[in-house]
């Protein structure tokens, strides 16, 4: 058999059709598709091997900017909006439920279980901030057990993870467990907006071109329970004048909070609603 003739014109075929004859599965599916998109940008855009090279360059120092501390791919996903288009395609839910956002690059899923009214602020820093959730269904009816996983940047707008020899280990993260009444409650401090980090590959190469990389105050809250879908949401402050140009594409009317002040201390009130599972759903 002759060997394929491989050239500008039908290289992205000839890859296709290798990836259509191995494994079944959706990700030859999604290999075929990025392929003939990738074939069509090259064409299009006509790269010089200098601009291919330095292409493959920025996506290399991406690699070696990720560690089990941080990870610069989930970011560049974050920043280009990929992450929150895929998450709103799949987890659409009915009108009054939380709705999902991306989980940004910070979270980590060891962070140490807490007594409810405990705090997650173990260095003291900030202004004093009490959380006070209700976790329900769509019909109000409370959601006991379910788990609460909470992680915010600290009052000057940095994670623990991102200062790991100036923040004590698992500083403003924790997780709880709603009461028989669906509630959990725990201080911490009130977060600080902040630049997306500018010190890895991803942050100075989008920065260069001047793309907008501010990210308005917020708390991360990932909450699961037993036959609901699952929440990954952000609840951003109200008073925050950058809400409009959050970099992950992530704020929602229905995700902005109202933080009151008594004099003595922030609060912030807020209900969470799951939605049934869609197997549970469609049974």
């Known amino acids: 058999m002759a060997a394929p003739s491989f050239s500008e014109s039908n290289s992205a075929e000839i890859v296709a059709e290798r990836l259509r004859n191995g494994a079944d599965g959706r990700l030859p599916q999604f290999l075929v598709a990025a392929v003939e998109h990738l074939h069509r940008l090259v064409k299009e855009t006509k790269p010089s091997a200098v601009d291919w090279r330095q292409a493959i360059e920025f996506l290399t120092e991406v690699g070696h900017a990720s560690d089990h501390r941080r990870q610069e791919w989930a970011l560049l996903s974050d920043l280009l909006g990929v992450t929150a288009l895929v998450e709103e395609i799949n987890s659409k839910r009915p009108k009054g439920a939380t709705p999902n956002t991306v989980r940004g690059p910070f979270y980590r899923g060891d962070a140490p279980r807490l007594p409810l009214g405990a705090s997650i602020s173990l260095d003291g820093v900030g202004e004093p901030l009490e959380v006070r959730a209700w976790v329900r269904d769509l019909d109000g009816h409370p959601i ?8 915010q940047a ?29 509630a959990f409650h725990y201080r911490t401090v ?15 190469m989008l920065g260069r071109i001047g793309y907008p990389l501010r990210r308005p105050a917020h708390l991360h809250f990932l909450i699961r329970a037993d036959g609901f879908e699952t929440i990954s949401t952000h609840i951003y402050d109200g008073s925050d004048p ?35 599972a869609r197997k549970e759903r469609a049974a």
Request: some cysteine.
């Open 242 to 276: 950058h809400l409009g140009e959050d970099a992950l594409f992530g704020v929602k009317q229905e995700l902005v909070g109202a933080f009151g002040w008594d004099g003595k201390q922030w609060s912030l009130d807020f209900t969470f609603v799951m939605v049934r």
């Open 154 to 182: 600290n009052a000057q707008g940095v994670y623990e993870n991102q200062q790991p020899d100036l923040q004590p280990e698992f500083n403003l993260r924790g997780v709880f467990t709603t009461g028989a009444d669906g």
């Open 144 to 151: 006991a057990g379910a788990t609460i996983e909470t992680w």
């Open 190 to 204: 009130k977060p600080c907006g902040y630049a997306v980090p500018g010190d890895g590959p991803v942050g100075q």
